[in-house]
């Protein structure tokens, strides 16, 4: 049975970081591309950043400069460190991993960024 499970999500002020956990189990976690994606209410999910098996990076527009993207393959963990953060990133994060035609998702972490 394949599980993603994230973690670290919670309130934060703005300016402030947080760093996004999601732990993998089920899969070869080392093949598959791993995504976070976010999603707030009445708007479609986005795509956040995502790490190849091979560790090649890539960020939404918004994100870059802020956001990292890593992961842990002995782990079988991806993480998100999210800095300077800001009101409109406030959303529920959804891991997202996917290699070949398989393709699963996680739960989601809230993430709410207010003073």
């Known amino acids: 049975q394949v599980q993603l499970v994230e973690s670290g999500g919670g309130l934060v002020q703005p300016g402030g970081s947080l760093r996004l956990s999601c732990a993998a189990s089920?899969?070869?976690?080392?093949?598959?591309?791993m995504d976070w994606y976010r999603q707030t209410p009445g708007k479609q999910r986005e795509l956040v950043a995502y790490?190849?098996?091979?560790?090649?990076?890539n960020y939404a527009d918004s994100m870059k400069g802020r956001f990292a993207i890593s992961r842990d393959n002995a782990r079988n963990t991806v993480y998100l460190q999210m800095n300077s953060l800001k009101p409109e990133d406030a959303a529920v994060y959804y891991c997202?991993?996917?290699?070949?035609?398989?393709?699963?998702w996680g739960q989601g972490t809230q993430v709410t960024v207010s003073s």
């Open positions: 997202h991993a996917r290699f070949g035609g398989a393709a699963y």
């Open positions: 089920g899969i070869t976690f080392s093949l598959y591309t």
């Open positions: 790490i190849s098996s091979g560790g090649s990076t």
